[in-house]
């Protein structure tokens, strides 16, 4: 496969510069047509344009068109104070915003030096409403991925777990998904009284109900049929395109930013790496990216039941505690380049920040969204497939327009 500038294949949706950005009536083959997918939301999962070059049911080449939802968000990082940007990280993958915010505030923590400092209680908080957040965005992948192969029911399934999700982070945040919880040095306040009862209760209630949605979803033989061989992704083309997430993971390759870098107390929980196997079809294609999913919820379960340990036993809540103790009244870090990564739901969440030391608003502000990088190997494995699998494998991919139009 070609190895050309991975910016140039996101820019355009290409994989090489000698093919145009846009498909010439004058050099299509006899047969052959061009039919436009989107932009709308039921088919193409947000406001994305698919130009797709078919003959009869045969799609030979497909170009993806983004900028239908600008967001803006690095223009208004740069334009305002470090602790007035998370509202914006949580619109662009707001259907994760608290795994955002935990990314963005770890990094300008670590710019600050203050990162050791932190409460334990804090960082299992954190990482108790990221991986609920998770449970969430899973949901929906999920139960989104359903409607598109054709099935009604594990949409519904899952939309009503999803709700209680929505309501343990609202009852923790005052917000249903944009959440500007976690603040840089601690939390906007700790968990309510009763939280922590509250999230054990919907985890029993939880564990059956994924067994439930495996026996009506991937154990399927309808959606094993439209999802088994389609769409598959070796494991040297996903390293080479920098795809990452549960898409590299069902690829057969285990890594995890959870492990890999053991940000906050992830070294201090049991979970496991669930990877691909190719148990119904070949390895990397969309059923395996859908199983590799569903089995991250069962390892989200685990370390959410371990968080629930710790704030209720060890680090429990104490009269005089305060989450805003380490919050700076002004931020401003050295003169510096600085890159900090964590493990999205949909894969590797960067910020790039670059300070001049001299204000508390950063010089330059530049995301790595994995929903941008994981659409751009599309056009790379729907090359001769038939336009029905098209939509499968965009619906397998999980993205997010808000975090790809940043």
């Not at 409460?119 to 954190?126: G, S, T």
């Not at 939309?159 to 982070?169: G, K, S, V």
Request: hydrophobic share 40%; charged share 20%.
């Amino acid at each position: 496969m070609p190895t050309d500038s991975i910016q140039y294949q996101f820019e355009t949706g290409h994989l090489n510069a000698s093919e145009p950005l846009v498909t010439d009536p004058s050099t299509l083959q006899r047969g052959e047509m061009v039919v436009n997918l989107g932009p709308q939301h039921p088919s193409t999962h947000g406001v994305l344009r698919l130009e797709v070059v078919t003959d009869g049911e045969i799609v030979k080449h497909v170009i993806p068109h983004m900028g239908y939802l600008h967001r803006c968000f690095e223009k208004h990082a740069e334009h305002l104070p470090y602790n007035q940007i998370i509202p914006f990280v949580d619109r662009m993958d707001y259907m994760a915003a608290m795994n955002s915010e935990h990314a963005y505030a770890m990094g300008v923590e670590r710019m600050l030096g203050i990162q050791d400092q932190l409460p334990k209680r804090v960082e299992y908080i954190r990482v108790l409403v990221a991986e609920l957040n998770r449970l969430s965005s899973h949901f929906v992948a999920l139960g989104t991925y359903g409607l598109d192969i054709g099935t009604f029911t594990p949409f519904l399934w899952v939309m009503r777990d999803r709700e209680h999700i929505n309501r343990l982070l609202e009852w923790v945040s005052g917000a249903r998904m944009l959440y500007n919880y976690v603040w840089i040095g601690g939390l906007y306040y700790d968990l309510p009284v009763g939280f922590e009862t509250r999230c054990q209760e919907f985890i029993t209630y939880l564990k059956p109900k994924m067994v439930e949605l495996e026996r009506v979803l991937t154990d399927n033989a309808i959606f094993i049929e439209r999802t088994a061989n389609i769409g598959v992704i070796p494991r040297d083309l996903a390293i080479n395109y920098g795809i990452t997430g549960p898409m590299l993971r069902a690829s057969g390759l285990a890594y995890d930013l959870r492990k890999v870098d053991a940000y906050s107390v992830y070294s201090e929980i049991d979970f496991s790496i669930p990877i691909g196997k190719g148990s119904m079809g070949k390895l990397g294609d969309c059923w395996d990216r859908t199983w590799v999913r569903v089995q991250e919820c069962y390892q989200s379960i685990r370390i959410i039941e371990q968080c629930l340990v710790q704030l209720q036993g060890e680090h429990q809540r104490t009269r005089d505690f305060n989450p805003q103790a380490l919050v700076p009244k002004k931020i401003r870090p050295k003169a510096m380049d600085f890159y900090i990564r964590a493990e999205n739901p949909k894969g590797e969440l960067g910020f790039f920040f670059r300070t001049t030391g001299n204000t508390d608003i950063p010089f330059r502000c530049k995301v790595r969204p994995p929903s941008f990088i994981n659409l751009s190997i599309l056009p790379a494995v729907t090359k001769n497939v038939m336009i029905a699998d098209l939509v499968a494998i965009l619906g397998s991919f999980d993205i997010v327009m808000g975090e790809i139009d940043r």
